[in-house]
């Protein structure tokens, strides 16, 4: 096992390499702590810092960490450990093609050449002599689509002979999103009870870590077609003039905090139900939002939701799901850029998805 292996875990070469040292995975993860520490280190750090974490001294605990991290975010099975696990591999390959493009001392791990021909791109992309590169319409189309930016839009690039011209940190973009693809590819594995079992205490703290995050960071933007169904029965329910119970409306009000609306818009939602008092509503929104009292309170997870009554109408995305924070992320991140931007427009905001 080579360093570029380490460093470059997703490499087909990679991969043939841990086939032919014979490693055997249920063995790895029952004897060699130091891989599955590795390995767990790798998830847990993807969704604090969207980063895989520091690589470990051996070539080999580093290569073979990934394969089981791999296995711990088909275990844990959440859209948004896996989306942001890939986001983090991707972003630390990233990084290392910048090193190892760039080095001119001979003891570059790889080149770009070989990147390209990874990824089935060495005969579609084509340097030019502007310094940038022309890469085929289809390949381009092919990495180019789940880009976010209306740059990226074919019908933004102006295109020369039948090819699209990006710039060099252009294709890397296009590497990244590869990469990114690559270490999606496959999740979640089926995973058999051998692998599985030996790993539970990493999954375990994995979910807790999830459970815990403050989901709430990256969503911006109200669309309440894409609520997850308890919050669109709880928002129903307020508008149709309902009484609701106490937990609940703790949930919908902190969910609806947590995507970004203010005290004035929710308090303003509320309002077309005479039960609710304007006062109140309001002295309630901002103590759960944080204004009044020091914590910002978090939707209740699923489980939580559940025990209350409060989960109505769960529907197929459900079953992947531990949090009604999750379901509305993963439905965002689903949804059609331009969608949302008619959603913005309708709203008047200039939130974003991202
Ligand atoms: S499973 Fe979760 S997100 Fe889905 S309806 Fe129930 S509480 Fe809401």
């Excluded at 087909?12 to 390995?39: C, F, K, N, S």
């Excluded at 928002?235 to 902190?254: E, I, N, W």
């Excluded at 910002?296 to 009604?324: R, W």
Aim: hydrophobic residues 40%; glycine residues 6%.
């Amino acid at each position: 096992m080579e360093r570029r292996h380490a460093r470059y875990p997703f490499l087909g070469d990679a991969r043939r390499a841990v086939q032919e040292a014979g490693v055997d995975l249920v063995e790895v993860v029952r004897a060699e702590d130091a891989v599955v520490e590795r390995a767990a280190e790798r998830v847990e750090s993807a969704i604090t810092e969207r980063d895989v974490g520091e690589s470990a001294h051996s070539d080999r605990v580093e290569l073979l960490s990934y394969p089981v991290a791999r296995v711990i975010v088909s275990i844990v099975d959440e859209n948004v450990c896996t989306r942001y696990y890939a986001e983090a591999e991707a972003s630390r390959a990233a990084d290392r093609f910048r090193e190892d493009f760039g080095r001119e001392d001979g003891r570059a791990a790889i080149t770009r050449t070989a990147v390209l021909r990874e990824f089935d791109l060495g005969a579609a992309v084509t340097p030019r002599r502007d310094g940038g590169f022309a890469v085929g319409v289809a390949a381009y189309l092919r990495h180019a689509s789940s880009l976010r930016g209306d740059e990226w839009r074919l019908a933004n690039r102006a295109l020369d002979r039948g090819d699209v011209p990006v710039s060099e940190p252009e294709l890397d973009d296009l590497l990244r999103e590869a990469v990114e693809e690559r270490v999606r590819e496959g999740l979640p594995l089926s995973v058999p009870d051998a692998i599985g079992d030996a790993l539970d205490a990493e999954v375990a703290a994995i979910r807790e870590t999830l459970a815990d995050l403050d989901l709430t960071r990256e969503i911006d933007t109200v669309v309440p077609d894409l609520f997850p169904p308890c919050m669109q029965h709880l928002l129903d329910a307020v508008q149709r003039g309902d009484h609701l119970a106490h937990h609940s409306r703790f949930a919908l009000t902190a969910f609806l905090g947590n995507i970004g609306l203010s005290t004035d818009e929710i308090v303003e939602l509320y309002e077309v139900n005479p039960g609710f008092g304007e006062e109140m509503t309001r002295y309630q929104t901002d103590h759960i939002k944080g204004e009044s009292s020091p914590t910002e309170y978090t939707a209740p997870s699923c489980a939580t939701m559940q025990a209350y009554g409060d989960c109505v109408n769960p529907d197929a995305l459900c079953e992947h799901i531990s949090h009604p924070l999750s379901y509305y992320e993963a439905k965002l991140d689903d949804a059609d850029e331009e969608e949302l931007e008619d959603w913005r427009e309708e709203r008047g905001t200039e939130g974003t998805a991202e």
